[in-house]
């Protein structure tokens, strides 16, 4: 158990639809990061929030959208959902403490969602 | 940004053969280099690391030495169980920039052992 949690853990709906992940990370853990697994493009880096801002911007389209609240839980939505949005999305955590080289990242169990 | 380059899969051995799976990277810098591991059903766990140049990270009987001349990190086991199918992925986080901490996966390995 890393200790990073992600609800819900299967996510069913349909084309043009709305969703919101939610990710808790690790205690004391300030930094989130969000990944999209899927068949095609594999395990891509989405964005990256530190402490209640934005880092770091990957892959992301525009469709979607983060935010990292107070308590440091993280929310991933996802909206005008097409069929090619359907995988696995991990949320990750670390300390991430400024220019240190060895940060790990530890990854939740993730959410797999399906749209149909 | 990196990349990384990952030897393909899928590799099937048998119980008790020796494992390598390579990795060679493109980095800004010198990064921490990771691999993780993916069991069928569940998240990314990591695995090992390696935090600079010729360090060797281990786990479960697992190793990985960072070449920093060769900017590889192969992952090697004197003896695989069935217990270690599953996909492996090579991944350094980028060292700096905007990108600062995000990681860069390989396409990862798929490894079966038969008993």
């Known amino acids: 158990d890393s200790g990073v949690t992600q609800t819900p853990k299967h996510l069913i709906t349909a084309t043009g639809q709305r969703v919101t992940l939610r990710c808790s990370p690790r205690?004391?853990?300030?930094?989130v990061y969000w990944y999209q697994q899927s068949l095609d493009q594999g395990l891509q880096f989405l964005i990256q929030?530190?402490?209640?801002?934005?880092?770091a911007k990957g892959n992301i389209l525009e469709r979607f959208s983060a935010q990292q609240f107070p308590d440091l839980h993280s929310e991933l939505n996802l909206s005008s959902l097409e069929l090619g949005d359907s995988a696995l999305y991990f949320c990750?955590?670390?300390?991430?403490?400024?220019?240190?080289?060895?940060?790990?990242?530890?990854f939740g169990p993730g959410t797999r969602l399906t749209v149909l | 940004g990196n990349s990384v380059t990952q030897m393909e899969g899928p590799v099937t051995l048998s119980e008790e053969a020796f494992l390598t799976i390579n990795c060679t990277y493109t980095?800004?810098?010198?990064?921490?280099l990771f691999w993780y591991v993916q069991y069928p059903g569940e998240g990314l766990q990591l695995l090992l690391k390696?935090?600079?140049?010729?360090d060797k990270g281990s786990n479960k009987g697992f190793e990985a030495t960072y070449r920093k001349e060769t900017t590889s990190f192969h992952l090697e086991k004197g003896s695989v169980q069935v217990s270690d199918s599953a996909v492996y992925f090579c991944?350094?986080?980028?060292?700096?920039?905007?990108?600062?901490?995000?990681?860069?996966f390989g396409q990862g390995t798929i490894l079966t052992v038969h008993p």
């Open positions: 990750a955590s670390s300390t991430q403490k400024a220019g240190d080289p060895t940060d790990t990242q530890y």
């Open positions: 205690s004391g853990d300030l930094s």
């Open positions: 929030y530190y402490n209640g801002e934005e880092r």
């Open positions: 980095a800004t810098g010198y990064p921490s």
């Open positions: 390696a935090t600079k140049a010729d």
């Open positions: 991944a350094p986080p980028e060292a700096g920039g905007t990108s600062y901490g995000k990681l860069t």
